[in-house]
């Protein structure tokens, strides 16, 4: 682990929050890593929505280098396969990225299971590199051998975090400039909730 990423990991508690300061501050750090490995060569950026797209735009604005920006919306559906049912995670038509030096962003790494599904889907145009940027990682919540390239911070929570584009349960927050953890997510029943 880098001194940079020592300097970002936080352990969490109810009640914590990055200041608006600090996530730029943070950011800045990041955009600042990002071009010196870039080394002038075009980036393409693939943003997950609807939680990533503050921190990359703040993210993007950081990095000296070409950079051409993609979207991608993630839909988790329920699947009946032969009377079993099974989740699966589906994205829509994914950009032609064959020998780009490619950078997914996202606002969170939880599980994983979204994140590493959508960079082998991208992987498949055999782009020259990819990598991944998160806000948030959130390491004690892996179901996947997933680690981010870059990291804004590291945390233990279990919290919900809400603001700079992360939403609460119902929808508001987003347009807050700090980011804070709020109450505890409830247990999930078998077979319910998104994996992200």
């Known amino acids: 682990m880098t001194r940079l990423r020592k300097v970002a990991v936080s352990q ?17 750090v990041l955009g600042r890593e990002i071009s010196r490995e870039c080394q002038g060569r075009r980036l393409d950026v693939v943003v997950t929505l609807d939680r990533g797209f503050i921190f990359a735009a703040d993210l993007v604005r950081q990095i000296e280098a070409p950079i051409v920006c993609h979207f991608v919306r993630e839909d988790v559906r329920d699947v009946d396969q032969g009377g079993h049912a099974r989740r699966e995670v589906f994205f829509g038509s994914h950009p032609e990225l064959g ?22 889907r991208l992987g498949e145009s055999k782009p020259r590199s990819i990598r991944l940027a998160v806000l948030l990682d959130k390491p004690e919540s892996r179901r996947v051998a997933l680690e981010p390239d870059y990291f804004g911070f590291r945390t233990a929570s ?5 603001g700079y584009g992360l939403a609460a349960a119902n929808g508001t927050g987003r347009n807050l400039r700090q980011l804070s953890s709020g109450a505890k997510v409830a247990p999930r029943k078998k077979g319910k909730g ?3």
């Not at 969490?12 to 800045?28: L, P, Q, T, Y």
């Not at 279990?158 to 809400?162: C, F």
């Open 158 to 162: 279990k919290e919900v975090w809400v």
């Open 12 to 28: 969490a508690r109810k009640g914590a929050a990055f200041s608006a300061e600090r996530i730029a501050s943070r950011v800045g």
């Open 194 to 196: 998104r994996k992200k």
């Open 99 to 120: 020998g780009r030096d490619v950078l997914v962003v996202d606002a969170v790494l939880e599980s994983g299971v979204t994140q590493d599904f959508l960079l082998r």
